[in-house]
């Protein structure tokens, strides 16, 4: 199983674009990149998923260059209400969230 | 409802005694989840059930711990001569599984909040 490795915390202030980067050197062929959001006394919430290149929704873009050894999750015009711990998880598709390992995540604290 | 449901959302029990933590679905959904979550760290997988079965129980840490999902739908999760060391918050998520080819999102409930005395 790909090992992720992220930033334990990150601090941005409204309105600045937010980068998380998360290393997972040991990716395989058929590993998906997957980003949840959790806010305090809640549950994981996705956010984005990817395979290569660039993924772009609503709520954030994910970057993976060519290698595949990173990932880059880019939350674009932070607000307060972005504070939360952010996890990176790399697994491979239709074997289940079982295979799948969420790390300590980052904490991201977005201040006024 | 609209989305992952659990019950309690907060349990308090002494040392020995046996607990069981409901969780309820999103319609529809074949996969479910359980997962630990202790302060700091990041959800722990426990037990996955495809339908009825449990696909997979490894994250189980010991024979006090077990699932049932027997109508596919609700789940328990049953604890039995609760430790100290069992105080956590545990999670619940459903999905739709092999959807466009993926696993499917996971959405999660708000967990059980189980503090052991």
């Known amino acids: 199983l790909a090992k992720t490795t992220q930033p334990i915390s990150m601090d941005s202030y409204e309105g600045q674009e937010v980068n998380i980067t998360c290393s997972h050197n040991?990716?395989?062929?058929?590993?998906?990149i997957t980003w949840y959001q959790q806010f305090p006394s809640q549950g994981p919430r996705f956010i984005i998923q990817g395979y290569k290149t660039k993924v772009t929704n609503e709520v954030a873009s994910l970057f993976i260059p060519a290698d595949r050894k990173s990932s880059t999750l880019s939350l674009p015009r932070v607000s307060l209400s972005d504070t939360a711990v952010y996890y990176c998880l790399v697994g491979p598709p239709f074997s289940g969230y079982s295979t799948l390992t969420f790390g300590k995540g980052t904490m991201l604290l977005v201040s006024p | 409802g609209a989305g992952v449901s659990q019950t309690p959302s907060n349990k308090v029990t002494e040392k020995g005694k046996y607990v069981e933590l409901r969780c309820d679905p999103i319609?529809?959904?074949?996969?479910l989840y359980w997962y630990r979550q202790s302060l700091g760290q990041g959800p722990e997988f426990l037990i996955y059930f495809q339908g009825t079965g449990a696909a997979d129980d490894s994250g189980l840490p010991n024979d006090r711990f077990f699932a049932v999902r027997p109508e596919g739908s609700v789940s328990t999760l049953k604890i039995q001569r609760t430790e100290r060391g069992d105080s956590a918050v545990y999670l619940c998520a459903s999905s739709l599984m092999g959807l466009g080819g993926l696993f499917g999102e996971l959405f999660f409930g708000e967990g059980s909040r189980l503090t052991v005395l």
């Open positions: 040991n990716i395989a062929t058929n590993d998906y």
């Open positions: 319609s529809g959904h074949t996969a």
